[in-house]
């Protein structure tokens, strides 16, 4: 089992269901909101799906990743 701990993370919604998320480094909700303004910029305009993003707090299972970085293994529930 990986760190529980409340962190900001950019959440990615296909059709209305949770399809990927991504922790913002130093839980900046400034940072998230930047990165989210970047993502819906480069969405397609003759996509087939609807795809929100939004930013929040997260009680998140996170776990190191290859290089030793801590990255979102599971959403354990939104703030």
Known sequence: MGIIKTV???CM???GNLDGHMMVEDD???KCLK???EAERN???DRQN???FE???VEAELEPDMEGNLRIKK???AK
């Open 8 to 10: 900001v993370a950019l």
């Open 13 to 15: 919604f296909v059709n």
């Open 28 to 30: 900046s909700l400034h």
């Open 35 to 37: 990165l989210k303004r």
């Open 43 to 45: 969405l397609s305009a």
């Open 50 to 52: 609807k795809i929100r």
């Open 55 to 57: 930013c929040g707090f």
């Open 75 to 77: 959403i354990i529930k």
